[in-house]
C-alpha cells in the first residue's frame, strides 16, 4: 500500500528565510505526486505537481519541487517565505495501481508559520 | 466556472442522528471521493465514486455511506452520527480518465456531533 510521510508536523520560520517542507513516499510502482495548501479555514489548492520527466517542479507562489527517485522524497522548497505562506501544506500521491488508481493518499501535513 | 460545493458548511447535530453532507461539482469528473480531516491524522479517505452507481470504502469508512445517482452529486450521509464524527469533511473531485490531473477541493463542512 502506498503511504505519504511528511516528517515535520509544523516549521516556524521567519520572514524572507528560505523554508523547506519535507516528505517521503512509499510505493513501488509509478506515482504521480502533489502539494496541496490549506489556507486557514479554506479548502485545499494545488500548489505544483510531478507528472514525468524533470525531476524539478514549479508551481504558484515561487514554491518548487524536486523529485528524487532513489530517496522517494518530494521535498517542497521556497527561497524566501512572506508572512501570506503561513498555511497548512499536504504531500499527496497517486498511483496507477490495482483498483485504487486515481485514489489520493496524504500526509498528515506540514503547518508553516512564518514570523515578521 | 466549473466548481465544487458543499453544503452546510457547518452543521451542529446530536448523537444518534442521521445527517446528510451534500457535494455537488460542475466539472463532470467521474471521480468523486469524500475525505475527513482531523488534528494529527491529516485527511483520511472515507468513501470514493469512479462514476455514477459506482462506490467504494476507503480507510475510515464505518458509520459512513454515500450514493451516486448522477454525475454531479455524491452525498455523505452518517447513518447515526457520534462524538467521534466530529471533524471537518472535504469533498472532492477529478477526472477519471487522466490520473495525471488534479483533484479539485470543496471548502468543507465542519460537523459537531453533540
Known amino acids: 500500500a502506498q503511504s505519504v510521510t511528511q516528517l515535520d508536523s509544523q516549521v516556524p520560520v521567519f520572514e524572507e528565510a528560505p523554508v523547506e517542507l519535507r516528505c517521503n513516499y512509499s510505493?513501488?510502482?509509478?506515482?504521480?505526486l502533489f502539494w496541496y495548501v490549506q489556507y486557514p479555514n479554506q479548502g485545499l489548492q494545488l500548489l505544483l505537481k510531478?507528472?514525468?520527466?524533470?525531476?524539478l517542479v514549479k508551481g504558484i507562489n515561487g514554491f518548487e519541487a524536486e523529485f528524487n527517485k532513489s530517496q522517494t522524497s518530494f521535498h517542497l522548497r521556497k527561497p524566501s517565505v512572506h508572512i501570506s505562506d503561513t498555511a497548512e501544506y499536504f504531500c499527496?500521491?497517486?498511483?496507477?495501481?490495482?483498483?485504487?488508481?486515481?485514489?489520493?493518499?496524504f500526509g498528515k501535513g506540514t503547518k508553516l508559520s512564518v514570523k515578521p | 466556472d466549473a466548481e465544487i460545493t458543499q453544503s452546510p458548511r457547518h452543521k451542529i447535530t446530536e448523537t444518534g442522528r442521521q445527517v446528510t453532507l451534500a457535494c455537488h461539482q460542475t466539472w463532470n469528473h467521474n471521480n468523486m471521493f469524500w475525505y475527513r480531516q482531523d488534528l494529527g491524522h491529516g485527511l483520511r479517505l472515507i468513501h470514493y465514486s469512479y462514476g455514477v452507481q459506482d462506490t467504494n470504502k476507503g480507510e475510515v469508512s464505518d458509520g459512513y455511506s454515500v450514493s451516486r445517482s448522477n454525475t454531479e452529486d455524491l452525498p455523505l450521509t452518517l447513518e447515526s452520527a457520534a462524538s467521534s464524527q466530529t471533524s471537518v469533511y472535504f469533498c472532492?473531485?477529478?477526472?477519471?480518465?487522466?490520473?495525471?490531473?488534479?483533484?479539485?477541493f470543496g471548502q468543507g463542512t465542519r460537523l459537531t456531533v453533540v
Open positions: 472532492a473531485s477529478s477526472d477519471g480518465a487522466w490520473l495525471n490531473t488534479e483533484a479539485f
Open positions: 499527496a500521491v497517486r498511483t496507477n495501481y490495482g483498483g485504487s488508481q486515481g485514489n489520493l493518499i
Open positions: 510531478y507528472l514525468s520527466g524533470s525531476t
Open positions: 510505493s513501488s510502482v509509478s506515482v504521480y
